[in-house]
C-alpha cells in the first residue's frame, strides 16, 4: 500500500488502524452489511443466520466467517437485508460521518455498496446520486439499490466533470473512489 495512504488511514483511524491493516493481510476476508433500511442489526444477528464478526470501522458491517456459506443464494441476500462488499470498500463510507438528511453524490456508484451504505447513513431525508459512467455498470447499481430497497436516489451515467458545472456547492459529501 501506497504510504500516504497508510498515513491518512492511521489519521482518520486512530486506534482502529491497525485491525483496518490486519484485513489487507488476510486476501479470502468476505465481508457483509446489513442494511438498517430494512432491518435493525441486532435483529439479524438474533437470527444466528451467518456467522458474523464485527468490523470496527464500519457501522453495521460484518466479517462473514464460514466460507462455505453461498450469501448470494440466501433470501435474506435477495431481499436486500445483506449487501456482501468488500471490508476495505466498507471502511470508506465508515470513516465518513454522514448525517441525516444530507445530500450525497457517489462519483463512482457502481456495483452500489457505498451508494447503499450511504443511503442507510442519509436515511429517508436525504438525497442521493449515485453516479456511474459506464451505463451497463448504471444498470447493475439500479438493481442493487432497489434490491436495498433505496428510495431517494438517483442513477445517472454522466462524465464527473459534469456535476461541478451543474451542482458546484449542492453537495454535503462527495464520493470518489
Known sequence: LPQAFKERMMQLLGDEYDTFIATYDDQDV???R???LKINPSDYLD???LELEPIPYAHDCYKLISDDVAVGRLPEHHAGIIYMQDPGAMAALGALDIPVGAK???LCAAPGG???QAAAKIGDTGLLISNEYVP???KITVGNLERLGVRNAIVTSLDTKEFKKMYN????VVIAD
Open 34 to 36: 446489513i442494511n438498517t
Open 136 to 138: 451497463k455498470r448504471a
Open 114 to 116: 457505498k451508494s447503499g
Open 169 to 172: 456547492t449542492f453537495f454535503d
Open 47 to 49: 437470527t444466528k443466520r
Open 104 to 106: 450525497v453524490l457517489d
Open 30 to 32: 468476505r465481508g457483509a
